[in-house]
Nanobody, 136 residues
């Protein structure tokens, strides 16, 4: 079991910035993939960023690429999402997620190809969500 606790959401004007944090109950390395998702009312859940916890290139959805940055602090067991130049369409509930590890063969694949291999169906543990509201 991986417990995830999120914080950092709030209300911000368009063009502003927020930094989301996600503290996990154990080591970051207990998962291969960690990521951030969001869901707006009436829309499907969207994977916006992911990392392989062992390093390598992060994954970003086209909708946030160049504006959002995912990072990790292994010593603090914390995942971050820095959100800059926020837009009205970024308004959503944001969730931190972790896959909880798996077979070593999968780790090797992710290590070789990067966090783009961390698909939405691979994430099994979720935080409570934190609301981000962007206004004009």
């Amino acid at each position: 079991q991986v417990d995830l606790v999120e914080s950092g959401g709030g209300s911000v004007q368009a063009g502003g910035s927020l930094r989301l944090s996600c503290v996990t109950s154990g080591s970051i390395y207990s998962s291969y993939c960690m990521g951030w998702f969001r869901q707006a009312p009436g829309k499907e859940r969207e994977e916006i960023a992911a990392v392989y916890t062992g390093g390598g290139d992060p994954y970003y959805a086209d909708s946030v690429k160049g504006r959002f940055t995912i990072s990790q602090d292994n010593a603090k067991n914390t995942l971050y999402l820095q959100m800059n130049n926020l837009k009205l369409e970024d308004t959503a509930m944001y969730y931190c997620a972790a896959d909880g590890g798996g077979p070593k063969e999968r780790m090797v694949v992710i290590q070789a190809l990067g966090a783009k291999m961390c698909g939405s169906s691979d994430f099994h543990y979720w935080g409570q969500g934190t609301q981000v509201t962007v206004s004009s």
